[in-house]
């Protein structure tokens, strides 16, 4: 769960208050000795919302040189990519997002809309099957941590 500042950005931009969280990214960035890779990604978000592709993609590379394995930069050249009408390049930009992050369904879902908006219906209705597989099974995991939480506060109670 994110709290203060990064959900609060995440607010902004699911409100599509896209300058804003710009704003407010740069403002903190400007503050940090080195950038987070997570401030470069939602900012290369904002950009790219706000038609600055270039922009948005160099903010996500700039993301990945600082966290090479964050699948998130990389699906959203992916996304930058599928905007471009370069959807080989899109297609293979989520692919090495999933190989990051496994459970990631960002990528998965993106690319059953490739899939779909190529026609290839068979591959877009299996990455389907993937993404409601892969949000369930995150949705297990947090139910046993939970489970998990309890029974160990029980124990600890209870000695």
């Known amino acids: 769960m994110l709290w203060g500042f990064e ?9 599509g208050h896209m300058s804003e969280a710009a704003r407010r990214l740069r403002e903190r960035m400007h503050k ?9 990604n ?14 948005a993609r160099d903010l996500f590379i700039r993301a990945l040189i600082i966290s090479p394995r964050d699948p998130k930069p ?3 050249l992916g996304n930058l990519a599928f905007m ?8 293979e930009y989520y692919m090495r997002s999933l190989r990051e992050n496994v459970w990631a369904t960002e ?7 490739l899939y779909q908006y190529l ?3 068979e591959k877009a209705l299996s990455s389907y099957e993937g993404y409601v597989m892969a949000k369930k099974a995150i949705q297990w995991g947090k139910i046993a941590a939970l489970t998990l939480t ?3 506060l029980i124990i600890i109670a209870s000695l």
Not at 48 to 55: I, N
């Open 42 to 55: 939602y900012l290369g978000v904002c950009e790219g919302h706000m038609g600055h592709l270039e922009s």
């Open 150 to 152: 309890v029974l160990v």
């Open 32 to 40: 940090d000795i080195r950038p987070k890779s997570r401030y470069l």
């Open 74 to 76: 990389l699906n959203n």
């Open 107 to 113: 990528p998965r879902f993106n690319l059953t809309v």
């Open 84 to 91: 471009k009408n370069d959807l080989e390049t899109a297609r």
């Open 119 to 121: 026609g290839h219906s």
């Open 7 to 15: 959900r609060t950005v995440i607010k902004l931009i699911s409100k």
